[in-house]
């Protein structure tokens, strides 16, 4: 149990479907991440929420949509994607982002695998 | 450009020891990062670098050379529940999170 929870752990979606993924921190952290992970790539860091501002768009393409209504929760919201978009996504919490020290230890959820057929 | 390398994948002993290596090229150096993720879960942070040395932490050390690039975790006393993937990650002089693809690591009895 890391504190924080992503729902659905699992997704299947056809490419004209709209879904969202949720995430919830339970560790009064202020900043939030989404990350995608496909098999034997890094990481890729999509949005990241610092006090509920969006401080980073990594040229994520816009069928992806995030959310962040408090420093608690963050939703992405999916629309007309691709198969090649089935991946696992991570959400991830940390304290928050400083311009001194970057973000420090990140908790992680334990991801939402989406499927798109 | 920025690049963190690491094995894809290494194979271990129940009992022994494993040293997993990541060389990295970026841009600025702010600290190096070592996640375990077990199939399934989330990662999880097992170890920060910023200064030269090694810093242990029960079983599992990690090591960081600045000059060389270089940082390498070592896992001692192998077991079964250390099978996992092990993800180094650098931040670099902006403070951006450069990730390695990760190394699986297989314990066999």
């Known amino acids: 149990e890391t504190g924080v929870t992503q729902t659905p752990r699992h997704l299947v979606m056809g490419m004209t479907n709209k879904k969202s993924l949720k995430c919830e921190q339970h560790?009064?952290?202020?900043?939030m991440y989404w990350y995608k992970q496909s098999a034997k790539k890094p990481l890729e860091l999509m949005f990241v929420?610092?006090?509920?501002?969006?401080?980073e768009n990594n040229s994520v393409p816009s069928r992806f949509s995030p959310e962040c209504p408090n420093s608690s929760h963050l939703f992405l919201h999916l629309h007309t994607l691709q198969p090649e978009d089935s991946a696992l996504y991570l959400c991830?919490?940390?304290?928050?982002?400083?311009?001194?020290?970057?973000?420090?230890?990140?908790?992680f959820g334990e991801g939402s695998r989406l499927t798109v057929l | 450009g920025q690049n963190i390398d690491q094995p894809t994948e290494m194979t271990a002993t129940e009992g022994a020891i494993v040293q997993i290596n990541c060389t990295y090229q970026?841009?600025?150096?702010?600290?190096l990062f070592w996640y375990q993720q077990h199939a399934g879960e989330a990662p999880t942070f097992l170890s920060y670098?910023?200064l030269d040395g090694l810093e242990e932490k029960g079983r599992f050390s990690s090591f960081l050379s600045r000059s060389k690039g270089y940082s390498y975790l070592l896992l001692k006393e192998l077991q079964m529940k250390d099978s996992a993937s092990y993800l180094c990650?650098?931040?670099?002089?902006?403070?951006?999170?450069?990730w390695g693809a990760g190394t699986k690591l297989i314990i066999k009895p």
């Open positions: 991830a919490s940390s304290q928050q982002i400083t311009w001194d020290r970057g973000q420090g230890e990140l908790f």
């Open positions: 560790l009064g952290h202020n900043a």
């Open positions: 929420y610092n006090f509920k501002e969006q401080t």
């Open positions: 970026t841009s600025g150096f702010n600290g």
């Open positions: 670098n910023v």
């Open positions: 990650a650098v931040m670099d002089s902006n403070y951006q999170l450069i």
